[in-house]
């Protein structure tokens, strides 16, 4: 990085579901950022529908596809007076792996923080036979379960929690807009981009929109596109050091007057 704090001046949206702690923020702010936190998402733990110890022991994989499913799994282990059971365990990033460590367990981890990751993991290559159950929020994609059902496993997935649109930072986030406080929005997800555009009017959603958006990778670049946003910047993957490298990049740039560039995935930065 060109200087000690390449964020330095620059305020930035967060809006996804708080989480402690939160290395993607810590990671900005140490950058110089100035970040505004306004989840616009919640995160709900649904009630156990019976004993989740007894659950998972019938499986022969473990698949968690966030950092809050690992979390609430293993709170509601240890309310039973249980742990997990001697099985394999996957995990979709380092950040949902860490809790899972921290109980002394081998976590097998893709390089790529999605469903396509888990997809290339060797340990998820031969599964025919196997009861794979994944841990997960409800709704999100169904690629995961798909194609391991198509490799030949018996699937089950296990919704331990909701996310649910939160508009009370609606008017919080409007006045931050129309101060001109924030130049950049981080949207880690379509959900968290379309939970943040139904907490504003039409006047607010068009400043928000002229914002440089924090996105990681194509499939939510492609989804800001259709909500109107023109100016990306498009990150490796959705990790912390990913989402924060890129922000840096594009910022060293611009305040540079080098007129943008490209991040190296063949994806517009902003100019």
């Known amino acids: 990085m060109a200087t000690e704090r390449p964020l330095a001046g620059l305020g930035v949206l967060l809006v996804r579901a708080a989480r402690a702690p939160d290395?993607?923020?810590?990671?900005?702010?140490?950058?110089?950022?100035?970040?505004?936190?306004?989840?616009?998402?919640?995160?709900?733990?649904?009630?156990?529908?019976?004993?989740?110890?007894?659950?998972?022991?019938?499986?022969?994989?473990?698949?968690?596809?966030?950092?809050?499913?690992?979390?609430?799994?293993?709170?509601?282990?240890?309310?039973?007076?249980?742990?997990?059971?001697?099985?394999?365990?996957?995990?979709?990033?380092?950040?949902?792996?860490?809790?899972?460590?921290?109980?002394?367990?081998?976590?097998?981890?893709?390089?790529?923080?999605?469903?396509?990751g888990l997809l290339a993991l060797p340990e998820l290559a031969a599964v025919r036979g196997r009861r794979v159950l994944i841990l997960a929020g409800e709704g999100g994609r169904e690629l995961l379960r798909e194609a391991l059902r198509e490799r030949g496993a018996e699937v089950e997935k296990l919704a331990l929690y909701r996310r649910e649109a939160d508009r009370s930072q609606g008017a919080a986030i409007a006045a931050r807009l129309a101060r001109g406080e924030v130049e950049a929005v981080a949207l880690h997800s379509g959900e968290t981009l379309d939970a943040l555009l139904a907490c504003l009017d039409p006047p607010d959603r068009r400043r928000l929109t002229a914002l440089a958006a924090l996105v990681p990778g194509r499939r939510v670049a492609e989804l800001a596109r259709r909500r109107g946003f023109a100016r990306l910047v498009v990150a490796e993957s959705a990790l912390a050091e990913a989402m924060v490298e890129a922000l840096c990049d594009w910022y060293t740039s611009r305040r540079a007057g080098s007129g943008g560039g490209s991040n190296g995935r063949g994806e517009p930065k902003l100019p």
């Open 23 to 116: 290395r993607f923020a810590e990671g900005l702010e140490a950058a110089g950022a100035r970040v505004y936190r306004h989840p616009v998402l919640a995160i709900r733990p649904l009630p156990p529908a019976g004993s989740l110890a007894r659950r998972l022991a019938r499986a022969d994989l473990l698949i968690f596809t966030s950092r809050n499913a690992a979390e609430l799994a293993l709170a509601r282990l240890a309310a039973e007076g249980e742990t997990l059971p001697p099985v394999p365990l996957a995990a979709v990033g380092p950040e949902t792996a860490a809790p899972l460590a921290e109980s002394g367990r081998a976590v097998a981890v893709p390089a790529r923080r999605d469903s396509e």
